[in-house]
């Protein structure tokens, strides 16, 4: 069983007294059904199923006519009802609130599951009507420690192919593998869960910056860049409000600077990471073999591998994660975890002499600890497998 600590929070949850909404929220194709039927599975209550993922868009009577399934299945001593990709449903959260608040009120011993594919928009939803209601379960990509476990996958591997289980399958054929990355979750995710769910007022620069993000993985680029890289790009404005969308699609993160102070931080050129590598690797050129002796490449690929983790790690936490540069000195992350900081500098293979960057910001802020991951620091693969909570206790 993978995303097994998901699992124990969710049955636990769904077992005690209390009745909240529970909600899963994360990217295309990480367990999010899975979980949800294990867990009706586990609780051992009549339950109900429903998926708004149709090809033609569900209304609120759909809502409605499946949590009255839910409420039949409930007076026979309790009942668990799971939607999933409810905010596909235009104002889907007004009419949750409006249905839970009327079985609260009377007593029904009906529990939900909400899941759903865009944790920013699910999120916008929760907060807009249903505050107080809910709990919130991120579940994010698969990391190398579950993909080892369920594909026997290396590092490497894992690197290249990055944490989709739905395609492991398929990697002994790239250019398959590839089509079904591009297809079925790039494709899918922006014009299904962003750009039909969200005001998109230029929906192919959307696409350019995402392109551009899986480009420029692991490298800081500018918001002014960025306007001199893409064709009518419009304002800064615009662009850091498509890279919060990918962000909360589970696609590409610009991570900020680790400055001390939040207002610089805010304001600071991002550092893009795809969430997953092979967001990368699919609309790469370069084959498996050939991507691991180009040494560049191979070393930016480490790199967005390691930031991978350390974001999908923190969903959820109270955990922060940034960048550190000045004076043309840098270093690759900054963990934050309340006043203890960890920079993490990544051995990723390329060209590169010494670590000025981690003495500098040691005279600077005077860390909990430092870590340096790969050559003679700690092997890729160990970092990977370890709880980053380990590294701020």
């Keep these: 069983m993978y995303k097994r600590p998901l699992f124990q929070t969710l049955r636990s949850r769904l077992t005690e007294p209390r009745r909240f909404l529970q909600v899963l929220a994360g990217p295309r194709q990480v367990g999010k059904t899975t979980l949800a ?53 235009s104002g889907w959260s007004e009419v949750v609130k ?14 939900c599951v909400l899941l759903g594919s865009s944790p920013l928009l699910v999120q916008k939803g929760l907060t807009e009507s249903l505050a107080g209601r809910f709990e919130v379960l991120h579940v994010t990509h698969w990391s190398f420690t579950e993909m080892r476990e369920a594909f026997g996958w290396d590092v490497d591997r894992y690197v290249y192919f990055g944490g989709y289980p739905g395609a492991a399958s398929l990697i002994e054929d790239r250019p398959r593998w590839a089509r079904y990355i591009v297809d079925s979750l790039i494709e899918t995710t922006l014009s299904r869960d962003i750009l039909l769910m969200s005001r998109v007022d230029k929906p192919a620069l959307l696409r350019r910056l995402f392109l551009l993000g899986c480009d420029y993985s692991g490298q800081i680029l500018s918001y002014q860049k960025m306007l001199g890289q893409l064709q009518d790009a419009g304002n800064t404005t615009t662009l850091a409000h498509y890279l919060e969308l990918l962000a909360g699609a589970g696609m590409l993160k610009g991570v900020p600077k680790f400055s001390g102070k939040k207002v610089l931080q805010r304001g600071s050129s991002p550092k893009f990471h795809v969430l997953n590598t092979a967001l990368m690797t699919s609309q790469s050129r370069l084959s498996y073999a050939a991507a691991k002796k180009d040494r560049d490449y191979w070393g930016r690929l480490v790199e967005s591998a390691v930031g991978a983790y350390l974001l999908n790690s923190i969903a959820g936490t109270m955990l922060e994660l940034y960048y550190w540069r000045e004076r043309g000195q840098e270093v690759d992350f900054v963990l934050q975890s309340g006043r203890r900081i960890v920079p993490i500098e990544v051995k990723s293979g390329r060209a590169r002499e010494g670590f000025p960057g981690m003495e500098s910001f040691e005279k600077n802020f005077r860390p909990h600890r430092r870590l340096l991951v790969g050559g003679q620091g700690i092997p890729l693969d160990e970092f990977l497998a370890t709880p980053i909570s380990n590294w701020v206790e």
């Design 37 to 89: 039927r294990q867990a009706m599975e586990a609780v051992r209550i009549r339950s109900h199923y429903a998926s708004a993922d149709e090809p033609t868009l569900q209304d609120r009577n759909w809502i409605e006519q499946q949590w009255d399934l839910g409420r039949l299945k409930a007076k026979d001593g309790g009942a668990l009802l799971v939607l999933d990709e409810v905010q596909k449903v």
């Design 98 to 111: 409006r249905l839970w608040d009327e079985d609260t009120a009377k007593g029904n011993p009906l529990k």
